[in-house]
Nanobody
Framework: EVHIVESGGGLVQSGGSLRLSCAAS????????VAWFRQAPGKELEGVAC?????????????KGRFTISGDNANSSDNAKNMLYLQMNSLKPEDTGVYFC??????????????????WGQGIQVTVSS
């Protein structure tokens, strides 16, 4: 089973930057995809960005040009454990929410739909003050 732990959230002023980290371990196959989702108070869960094991990426329109998702599988012999990052620049108050890292091992088109991911982290708070 894939285990996910998020870190790096916090409070930042509007226009500032923050980097979220996602430690994902337990992958059994060479292919995987990992995504960041967020949920603002009173709003639906929203897919923000995703990346697969070939480093293909996909972004929500609301974060394009501001957020960058990346992976660090420096230890290429250990595909079971990976670090994923979400670099968030030019943050806005509307970026506030709980951010979740999610993963899946099913091959297919990259997706920002919650149903495409089986494994989820506990979530981490990001607050952008105006």
């Amino acid at each position: 089973e894939v285990h996910i732990v998020e870190s790096g959230g916090g409070l930042v002023q509007s226009g500032g930057s923050l980097r979220l980290s996602c430690a994902a371990s337990g992958f059994r196959f060479s292919y995987y995809s990992v995504a960041w989702f967020r949920q603002a108070p009173g709003k639906e869960l929203e897919g923000v960005a995703c990346i697969d094991s070939s480093s293909y990426t996909k972004y929500a329109d609301s974060v394009k040009g501001r957020f960058t998702i990346s992976g660090d599988n420096a230890n290429s012999s250990d595909n079971a454990k990976n670090m994923l990052y979400l670099q968030m620049n030019s943050l806005k108050p509307e970026d506030t929410g709980v951010y979740f890292c999610a993963a899946d091992e099913t091959w297919g088109p990259l997706s920002l739909s919650r149903g495409a991911y089986v494994y989820w982290g506990q979530g981490i708070q990001v607050t952008v003050s105006s």
